[in-house]
């Protein structure tokens, strides 16, 4: 019996010191559960420690759900992937004139900019391609 206290201890520290083994936090759980259910009725830890995962799965699997329903999983943040922005339109914040770097606003965000033509601030531009960290953009009717 004091083992599986000893292992819900160990799995619940190793759990919280390594970032990304958060799985052992649900081995602790189920430890514990697998001991309390050996401790009050004798079942063996083993077959407590599989009714306790099993009954994690299922709770999780259920919340995912839920989230899922009620939109719980939305955010404000975009996409990582810049490419989405090709197409899109800016505002020009810092003037943009050719062979230098002006800045354009999307989605609340500063990005770097250039073009082939002068563009003045407040134009509004769209994005045709992306180099690194600078967008290159040209007037609207020259898709």
Excluded: Q
Aim: charged fraction near 15%.
């Amino acid at each position: 019996m004091i083992n599986w206290f000893i292992i819900t201890i160990l799995f619940l520290i190793i759990s919280i010191i390594i970032p990304y083994a958060f799985f052992l936090f649900y081995l602790s759980i189920a430890s514990f559960v697998a001991l309390m259910l050996y401790c009050h009725s004798g079942i063996s830890p083993i077959i407590g420690i599989f009714i306790s995962l099993i009954s994690i799965i299922i709770l999780i699997y259920i919340i995912d759900i839920l989230f899922k329903k009620f939109n719980l999983t939305k955010s404000n943040f975009l996409n990582t992937n810049v490419d989405i922005l090709i197409g899109e339109k800016a505002i020009v914040v810092k003037t943009i004139v050719p062979n230098a770097i002006g800045f354009v606003k999307i989605y609340n965000e500063l990005w770097r900019a250039s073009a082939n033509e002068i563009f003045l601030i407040n134009e509004l531009v769209i994005i045709k391609k992306i180099k690194g960290t600078t967008l290159i953009v040209s007037k609207i009717n020259e898709i």
